[in-house]
């Protein structure tokens, strides 16, 4: 069976060096320039081998149940995420606004949602439905006060905006009397 020819015509890294006299540079080293050093060989021990598992039994099982290492109750996890939130410089309150231009609100395990629905449910005292969406009166969808918001229909909301977009084309793009 013969091989294709590699760089400068021979087959391999090793029977380059052979032919100059030499051995391969990387010669003794495994994987990615690792030597051979650290590896272990007959009768060495682990540097851990004796010590006990710094984990109790009930923590252990909760990693075997969850998958990974996270050990802090769900309770302990939201209180360090809302004291490093707190203590961030970047830290707004919770607030950003999104690329559509609405506000989004954080609500807690790391969920957001935009801030007019949440005064709309505060309202409410209930959830919105999901046929129920929140109208900008004004069209700034960054004034959520309770006056500029109207609570509708999806079908409803859809002729709003028609008509509205409408008046405003007739408003500011009047038709020219030919």
């Not at 021979?10 to 050093?37: H, I, L």
């Not at 830290?91 to 949602?113: A, H, L, Q, S, T």
């Not at 999901?130 to 069209?139: A, I, L, M, T, Y």
Request: glycine content about 10%; some cysteine.
């Amino acid at each position: 069976m013969t091989f294709p020819m590699g760089h400068k015509g021979f087959r391999s890294a090793e029977s380059y060096a052979s032919q100059r006299g030499k051995s391969t540079w990387n010669k003794g080293t495994k994987g990615v320039m690792k030597p051979n050093q650290t590896s272990f060989c007959a009768g060495q021990t682990p540097w851990n081998k004796g010590l006990k598992n710094p984990y109790s039994e009930e923590q252990l099982a909760i990693m075997r149940e969850n998958g990974r290492k996270r050990i802090a109750s769900t309770e302990t996890r939201e209180k360090h995420r809302k004291n490093m939130m707190g203590n961030r410089r970047s830290w707004n309150g919770g607030c950003f606004v999104e690329k559509n231009g609405y506000i989004m609100k954080y609500v807690g395990d790391g969920n957001y949602v935009a801030e007019h629905r949440l005064i709309a449910e505060n309202v409410l005292g209930r959830p919105l439905k999901s046929n129920e969406c929140v109208h900008h009166v004004n069209g700034d969808t960054t004034d959520n006060k309770h006056s500029n918001l109207v609570i509708c229909s999806r079908s409803y909301h859809a002729w709003l905006e028609r008509r509205m977009g409408n008046l405003y084309k007739q408003e500011h793009f009047p038709r020219k009397q030919v």
